[in-house]
Structures are given as structure tokens and as C-alpha cells.
């Protein structure tokens, strides 16, 4: 069964602290996506990547960064997390190294981050 | 940044009815993807229309494409409980995905 799981379904830090999502696929994915959800807007594209240390600004990258040391890992990072990044964030991954009509993302579960 | 309107946002019928769920743009996507989303889950991929016309069904569900492929549709026959989620539509151009807000569907007994 392919799977993508994401380190922590909930986490709580306080504003100002280094946060650190994870998320691994078993997939063989080449490419790799974060994104987060709110109510009333839907799901929105931080960061993707499409190969092994390679990476590109999605539509709302502000206060974000991203690291993919090993195909398999895409790390989302706050530096300096902030109470306008609670939120909800999905980690997904895909097949293909060129664009591919047919691609499916599959998403990890989710993790729920409140900064406080 | 492509938009996607879908609507209504929010939908509650009661079981058995039929319900459509419309997901529109100004632009061309190369595929559309209709997802499904649980409480506590991730996105979960129902379908993917390529073709402008097309037509694809998943037992009581029937999605179709645009002739121009800017504009996409769910309809649900005969609504179940089972059914209630979130469906989200995503439109698919250079590796990435714009998502439609979308549709909160609750089913009641």
C-alpha cells in the first residue's frame, strides 16, 4: 500500500520558535509538494520539488523553506513560526519528472500546527 | 495564479437526493482531478478528466470536462450518508495543482 506520512498529526510551538514538518514517501516519487489548508481558502502551494535537491517557490513560499536531502524526504521549515501560519499542512507526491496529465498526488494525513 | 471557482461551498441534502458540483476557470488545464477529503485525512484522488467532452463515471458519481477544458462537473446520483466530505477539484498544469475551495457535503439520514 503506497503511503506518504507526515512526522506529527498535531504540534503546538510558540511564536518565534524553528519548526520542522516531515514528510516521506515510499512511492519513488520525483516530485514532492507542500501545502496548507484554511477554511474559506482552500489548499494553497507553499513549495515543490521535482528532483533530489532541487526546489520551487509554490504561490504563498513567504516565511517557508524547504529541503529535500534524499528523494524519498521533503522537510517544510518555518524559521520563525508566526500565529498566521496555524494552519493545516499536507505534504503530497507524485510520478513523473515531466508534466503527466494522468498524475495523481497522494497526500499524507496532515499536520494540524497551532503556534501560540 | 490560475483560479478555480467551485460551488456552492456548502451543500446538505438528505439521502437519496441528486446533487452537481460545478468547478470553473478562465484558463486551460491540461487534466482536471476531482478529490475527496475525509476529517483528519489527506485529499484522495476520485478521478482525473483529460479529454475536453469527457465523461467519466464511478458508480454514482459522474464527472465531466468541459469542452474547452476550463470547466468541470460532479454529480451525485442518489446521495448516501457514506458520501459526505469535502470534494475539492484541481486543475493540473506544469507538475502543479490549483484546488478549487471546496465543496462541504453533508448527506443526512
Known sequence: DVKVTQSSRYLVKRTGEKVFLECVQDMDHENMFWYRQDPGLGLRLIYFSYDVKMKEKGDIPEGYSVSREKKERFSLILESASTNQTSMYLCASTSGGETNSYNEQFFGPGTRLTVL | ?109
Open chain 2, 1 to 109: 495564479t490560475q483560479l478555480l471557482e467551485q460551488s456552492p461551498q456548502f451543500l446538505s441534502i438528505q439521502e437519496g437526493e441528486n446533487l452537481t458540483v460545478y468547478c470553473n476557470s478562465s484558463s486551460v488545464f491540461s487534466s482536471l482531478q476531482w478529490y475527496r477529503q475525509e476529517p483528519g485525512e489527506g485529499p484522495v484522488l476520485l478521478v482525473t478528466v483529460v479529454t475536453g467532452g469527457e465523461v467519466k463515471k464511478l458508480k454514482r458519481l459522474t464527472f465531466q470536462f468541459g469542452d474547452a477544458r476550463k470547466d468541470s462537473s460532479l454529480h451525485i446520483t442518489a446521495a448516501q450518508t457514506g458520501d459526505t466530505g469535502l470534494y475539492l477539484c484541481a486543475g493540473l498544469r506544469n507538475y502543479k495543482l490549483t484546488f478549487g475551495k471546496g465543496t462541504l457535503l453533508t448527506v443526512n439520514p
